[in-house]
């Protein structure tokens, strides 16, 4: 019991620090929130999905020594192809802003997003990003097994720094949706978006040769 708390900070510590990186996952979040559409869902939807992830790396892939070499490539060339059409996709908006009307407390109306849709493209962007699978599932699985019997009580605490992660986001992204839901902070997140989701792709894209 007395290691049970070093090794369950420790776990949630390094799950904390490698998920807080803006990426393809978090960005998703803060865009639903801007929107204010289905936040909640999201954040809940991404948190669940990296807790699986991260069940995988403790309970499976640390065992088996990480993802094959050809379940790597796929992974690789399955984000590489959705990050560059979402990036493609910011990119759009980032040129043809949609000149949508103002709602009735000043921020931009959205295109509805029905709660499938939601739960799908947090999915997709939690186990299509190549990213998850290798900080999550690979690295903090093999961490684990520096703990020995320990190992769930550290995978307990990395879930744990997901979930509050998400939380604190989501926390975040809402509070920002009812203060900068402007045209103008739509064409600059779309733009950095456009440009992250190309530059993750591009360095994924790299990794294969």
């Known amino acids: 019991m007395t290691l049970a708390f070093p090794t369950f900070t420790a776990g949630m510590v390094l799950s904390m620090s490698l998920i807080m990186a803006i990426g393809p996952q978090n960005a998703h979040v803060l865009r639903m929130g801007l929107q204010r559409q289905h936040l909640w869902l999201t954040v809940l939807t991404c948190a669940l999905a990296d807790v699986v992830l991260i069940g995988l790396g403790v309970l499976g892939l640390a065992q088996l020594g990480g993802l094959s070499d050809k379940l790597l490539g796929a992974l690789i060339g399955a984000g590489v192809l959705f990050l560059g059409v979402y990036g493609w996709q910011a990119f ?11 709602g009735a407390d000043g921020g931009l109306t959205a295109e509805p997003v029905s709660p499938r849709q939601a739960v799908l493209s947090a999915l997709a962007f939690s186990f299509l990003n ?9 690295l903090i699985g093999t961490a684990s097994l520096a703990y020995g019997q320990g190992s769930a009580v550290f995978g307990l605490g990395a879930a744990t720094g997901s979930l ?7 926390a975040a992204a809402f509070w920002l949706g009812r203060r900068l839901n402007s045209l103008h902070v739509w064409r600059v997140l779309d733009g950095l ?8 792709a591009g360095w994924l894209l790299t990794s294969l040769f």
């Open 92 to 102: 759009q908006r980032f040129l043809r802003p949609r000149a949508t009307p103002f």
């Open 130 to 138: 190549p990213h998850a699978w290798l900080d999550t599932a690979v």
């Open 164 to 170: 509050v992660w998400f939380i604190a986001l989501g």
């Open 193 to 200: 978006v456009a440009l992250m989701m190309w530059g993750t």
